[in-house]
């Protein structure tokens, strides 16, 4: 059993809400954005969630994603091993920084110190700021310690809350923006597990993310860089035969005869897509009110039920109350516009998987090659290079597999990517609203 906790993140989001302005939005056009993390980013699900927002929402705002997640990483990894020849590579305009999860089992494990992780952020941050980068700092998502499962507690893993807190006031020292995954997540979390104890957002290793917690961190980022909630608004006065409101849309051909009325519509986004959001989504967030309205409302209509048909096909009957009080249409799957918005989440989605292999390469390469084999150019023969792998060479097989692919690999990803850019501008539909007799 699951308790709807919509109101839970409230508490999460006063600590969101002060760096930030009302006008801040995280990305402009032409924007590189290199999300800097460990696995958890290195898969890049939460990424996919909020890229294919703004590519629905903001059509012709195009900047490109650039995953700069390992697997494994620690912000001292990451400070340095990866910043010149992964990150700073890439001429970022705008950074986000998830990194702890694997810093804290180092630091318990005694190898590192406890200044280490606030030292090597802050590190991370001069490089990005020194290099022309802005930076969002993202604290990391919790270490589910407490739910009931086969699957033991590493302590190694515990004290995250306190790196969590770390993130937070660097932001606030360095006047940065901060998004707070780990609260929200662990509140719900523990509110749940007093419900049922297997409660979990991450996977059985209790470090990984699920598709849920993927979208809610993705949520959660919209949230706090205060994302718009419309899509678009349209508001028809039938009794007067005029448009009262085009909000971020266009109505044209506007007719009223026969008591059907017809109109065109051109949205200026469309919505993201209803088969992208997880089922229990709605148990933890109110995304469609939040962020997804795409509102039709008809006032003056005499009471009745009416037909809504979109470029000739039917969409559903409505009573003029509903219509009168707005339908949400982001909510509809059957829409031209949702389905043009579902095939965007097909292609991202084999996007993030074919870069996920990308990121795969440069985890082995600046992880364990350059990190434990001291080896700096992958140029080095392969025999040469297993030769040092004291016969553990099962993983670099992999590695060299898809390195051999490597070429591949960027330019399907980078054709995925124009495809997204291509292929997510709204089209001009035709609404009819007729009443069923």
């Given at each position: 059993m699951i308790k709807k906790i919509i109101l839970c993140l409230c508490l999460s989001m006063l600590i969101l809400v002060e760096t930030f302005s009302q006008t801040y939005i995280p990305f402009k056009e032409g924007d590189r954005w290199c999300a800097i993390g460990n696995s958890i980013t290195h898969q890049g699900k939460y990424l996919e969630m909020i890229y294919l927002y703004y590519i629905t929402r903001f059509p012709t705002q195009?900047?490109?994603l650039l995953n700069c997640g390992a697997g494994g990483d620690t912000t001292t990894g990451t400070l340095t091993r990866r910043m010149d020849g992964?990150?700073?590579?890439?001429?970022?305009?705008?950074?986000t920084i998830m990194l702890g999860m694997n810093d804290i089992w180092w630091e318990n494990s005694g190898l590192f110190t406890k200044e280490n992780y606030s030292r090597d952020l802050e590190g991370i941050i001069n490089?990005?700021?020194?290099n022309g980068s802005r930076v969002i700092l993202i604290t990391p998502s919790p270490y589910d310690y407490s739910v009931k499962s086969t699957e033991r507690v590493d302590p190694k893993r515990l004290g995250l809350e306190r790196l969590a807190?770390?993130?937070?006031?660097?932001?606030?020292?360095?006047?940065?923006?901060?998004?707070?995954?780990?609260?929200?997540?662990?509140?719900?979390?523990?509110?749940?597990q007093t419900i049922d104890s297997t409660f979990t957002l991450l996977t059985k290793d209790r470090v990984h993310t699920t598709p849920l917690a993927d979208f809610l961190m993705g949520y959660i980022f919209i949230k706090s860089t205060n994302g718009t909630p419309f899509v678009s608004k349209t508001k028809i006065d039938a009794k007067s035969f005029s448009v009262r409101e085009q909000n971020n849309c266009s109505v044209s051909n506007l007719s009223f005869k026969d008591g059907t009325i017809s109109f065109s519509l051109l949205e200026y986004a469309l919505p993201y897509p209803k088969v992208a959001i997880p089922e229990e989504a709605s148990l933890f967030m109110d995304f469609e009110n939040e962020l997804n309205q795409e509102i039709l409302q008809i006032d003056g209509l005499t009471p009745g039920k009416y037909t809504l048909s979109i470029n000739s096909i039917a969409i559903a009957d409505y009573e003029a109350a509903e219509f009168a009080k707005g339908l949400n249409l982001a909510t509809i799957a059957?829409?031209?516009q949702n389905k043009q918005a579902a095939l965007l989440a097909e292609t991202i989605a084999e996007y993030t998987s074919i870069v996920g292999n990308i990121r795969y390469i440069a985890m082995k390469e600046y992880g364990e090659l350059k990190k434990r084999y001291e080896i700096d150019d992958v140029s080095t023969p392969k025999?040469?290079?297993?030769?040092?792998?004291?016969g553990n060479t099962d993983s670099f097989n992999e590695y060299f597999n898809l390195k051999s692919k490597e070429s591949f690999w960027m330019k399907k990803a980078d054709e995925l990517d124009k495809m997204l850019w291509e292929n997510n501008k709204p089209q001009d539909n035709y609404y009819t609203i007729k009443k069923v007799k």
């Open positions: 195009q900047f490109k992964d990150i700073l590579v890439h001429q970022p305009t705008i950074s490089r990005l700021e020194e807190s770390q993130v937070i006031d660097l932001g606030r020292k360095r006047n940065l923006p901060v998004v707070d995954f780990y609260n929200p997540m662990h509140q719900i979390t523990l509110e749940q059957d829409t031209p025999a040469d290079i297993l030769e040092q792998f004291q």
